[in-house]
C-alpha cells in the first residue's frame, strides 16, 4: 500500500470512537476498487487527451480566436452519471386562510380513525429504547402539484398496514392543491389529513422542516406529491423497524415512470448509482463509506423514526434534507437498504430534485452545473456537516472528521481545477493517486465530469 491511498492508515479505526468498534469505513485500495470502476479505463484517458489539448491550445493561444476548444471529443458514454445534493431552517409557520371544497376556512385539520397496521400487535423500539406501540406519520410537501397529488394520495390511502396521520405542507401552490387535498379527505374521512399552507415560500427543504416538526407518530414516512407507493410500502418500513431495533431510518429502491405514468428503464437505486456492491457495504454498517462518496437515500423513500429525526433538526441550510439526514444519523447510527421497491418515483421536467439521467448530454449539463462556485457551496455543506458533528460529542478518536476534512479539501480541489484550468491535470492526477476519487467521489466518472467542466470553463473564458 503507497501512496496512492493516504486514508489506508484508518484501516481498523472505529467510525464512533468505540461506539461499534467493528465497523469500518475505510478500505485498502483493493477494497476501495469494489466500488467504483478503475481509472485506468479507456473512456477516463481519451476525455484526460481531449480536454488537456482543448485546455492547452485555449491557454497558449494556438487556437485561433472563435474556435472552440475540442469539447465534441469528450465523447464517453456515462451510463451511471449521478452527482450529489447538498436546504436550511426556517420559522415556524402558521395557518393561513384558504378555501377548500369542504367549507373551512384555514388550516385544514381533518381527524380521522387509528392508524390500522397490519398487525395490531406489532410494535417497534423507539430510537433504540423500549418497544411502544407503532404509530405512523405520513410527512408530504406539496407545490402547484394538483396534477399528480390526488393519485398519490389514494395509493397512500390504499397501503396494507394504514397510517395514523397525513400531515401536508403545501409551499404556497398557486393551483388547486389544496381543493384536491380536501376532497381526497371528504372521500377518507377514516383518515387524519392535517394540511397547512406556509405564510411564506420556503422551498421544499425547509417545508419538510417544518412538517417533520407537526408529526406526532414514532415512525415518519416521506412522501413526494407526485409519486406512487406500492401497497406494501408501510407494512415493509414497519417491520423492517420492527427486525432491525438499532436502525435510525430506512430506505428503500423504486420503480421509475415518466409524467404519465409510463414505466421508465431501470430502478431508483441504479439511478443514483446505488451499487451492488454499495448496498453490500451500507448492510455491512459501512453506510457512512458510501455517504461520503455520494447520497443514495432519496427522500420519497425514506422512512425515519421521530425521536432520531428530531435530533437532526433544523436542517443545515445549502442541504437536500434527504442527504442531511441520512449522513447525521448515519454518523450516529446506522439505516438499512431494502433492495424491494416500495415506490414509483415520477420522472419530470418540472421536478426540483429528481434522479440523475444518463448520456452524453446529461453529462455536459451536470458538468455545466458543477462550476467552481457550485463546488465551493458544496465545500461550505461539509465544513457545515462537520461543524454540526462536533456538537454532536463524536470521539477524539474518531476518524470521520478528518475524513471531512478531506473530503472538503477535494472539493475545494475540483474548484481550482476550473479556476486554474493549466494546473487541471496536475491537481487531478494527484487527487487519483491519493485515491480521492474513489473515498470522496464516483471514481472515473467524476474524474470525466471535472475534465468537461474545465473545459467548459476554457471555452467560456475563450468567447469573452
Not at 447538498?86 to 395557518?95: F, K, N
Not at 412538517?211 to 423492517?240: K, S
Not at 420503480?255 to 457495504?281: H, K, M, P, W
Not at 446529461?362 to 452545473?369: E, N, P, S
Request: net charge positive.
Amino acid at each position: 500500500m503507497g501512496r496512492g491511498c493516504r486514508r489506508d492508515r484508518l484501516v481498523g479505526r472505529s467510525v464512533r470512537g468505540g461506539v461499534d468498534g467493528g465497523r469500518r469505513f475505510f478500505h485498502s485500495r483493493s477494497s476501495c476498487r469494489c466500488l467504483s470502476p478503475g481509472i485506468g479505463s479507456w473512456p477516463f484517458f481519451l476525455v484526460a487527451g481531449a480536454t488537456w489539448r482543448a485546455v492547452h491550445a485555449a491557454q497558449t493561444g494556438r487556437g485561433r480566436r472563435g474556435d472552440d476548444p475540442d469539447i465534441s471529443a469528450v465523447g464517453v458514454s456515462l451510463r451511471h452519471l449521478v452527482g450529489s445534493g447538498g436546504g436550511g431552517p426556517g420559522p415556524g409557520a402558521g395557518p393561513v386562510v384558504l378555501r377548500s371544497p369542504l367549507g373551512h376556512l384555514g388550516s385544514l385539520s381533518l381527524p380521522g380513525g387509528a392508524c390500522t397496521p397490519m398487525s395490531p400487535t406489532l410494535s417497534v423500539p423507539e430510537s433504540r429504547g423500549a418497544a411502544a406501540p407503532v404509530s405512523i406519520s405520513v410527512a408530504m410537501t406539496t407545490y402547484n402539484g394538483a396534477r399528480y397529488v390526488d393519485a398519490q394520495l389514494e395509493s397512500i390511502a390504499a397501503q396494507t398496514c394504514r397510517p395514523d396521520e397525513l400531515v401536508i405542507g403545501d409551499d404556497q401552490s398557486r393551483d388547486d392543491t389544496a381543493a384536491v387535498v380536501g376532497a381526497f379527505a371528504e372521500r377518507h374521512p377514516g383518515m387524519a389529513v392535517r394540511f397547512e399552507r406556509n405564510r411564506e415560500r420556503l422551498g421544499s427543504t425547509r417545508n419538510f422542516e417544518q412538517v417533520a416538526r407537526r408529526c406526532r407518530g414514532n415512525l415518519v414516512v416521506f412522501a413526494d406529491q407526485d409519486d406512487l407507493w406500492l401497497p406494501q410500502r408501510l407494512a415493509r418500513v414497519v417491520e423492517t423497524f420492527a427486525a432491525n431495533s438499532d436502525a435510525s431510518y430506512v430506505f428503500s429502491d423504486g420503480l421509475l415512470i415518466d409524467e404519465d405514468g409510463d414505466a421508465v428503464t431501470g430502478t431508483l437505486f441504479s439511478s443514483v448509482g446505488f451499487t451492488s456492491a454499495e448496498q453490500a457495504a451500507y448492510r455491512s454498517g459501512e453506510g457512512l463509506r458510501v455517504l461520503l462518496r455520494h447520497n443514495v437515500v432519496t427522500g420519497a423513500a425514506l422512512a425515519v423514526r421521530r425521536a432520531d429525526l428530531i435530533r437532526t433538526l433544523p436542517f443545515e441550510p445549502g442541504w437536500i434534507h434527504d442527504y442531511f439526514i441520512a449522513f447525521l444519523l448515519e454518523a450516529r447510527g446506522r439505516g438499512v437498504c431494502i433492495a424491494e421497491p416500495l415506490i414509483r418515483y415520477r420522472c419530470h421536467r418540472n421536478q426540483q430534485v429528481g434522479v440523475a439521467r444518463q448520456g452524453l448530454a446529461q453529462a455536459l449539463a451536470y458538468a455545466r452545473k458543477q462550476t467552481a462556485d457550485y463546488c465551493r457551496r458544496e465545500a461550505q455543506n461539509f465544513q457545515t456537516l462537520r461543524a454540526r458533528l462536533a456538537t454532536r460529542g463524536l470521539a477524539p478518536t474518531d476518524p470521520l472528521p478528518a475524513a471531512l476534512d478531506d473530503k472538503c479539501r477535494f472539493i475545494i480541489q475540483r474548484a481550482r481545477m476550473r479556476i486554474e484550468p493549466l494546473s487541471a491535470p496536475g491537481l487531478l492526477w494527484r487527487a487519483l493517486r491519493r485515491g480521492d476519487y474513489i473515498h470522496y467521489g464516483l471514481g472515473w466518472r467524476q474524474a470525466v465530469v471535472d475534465l468537461m467542466a474545465v473545459a467548459l470553463a476554457v471555452r467560456a473564458r475563450h468567447h469573452r
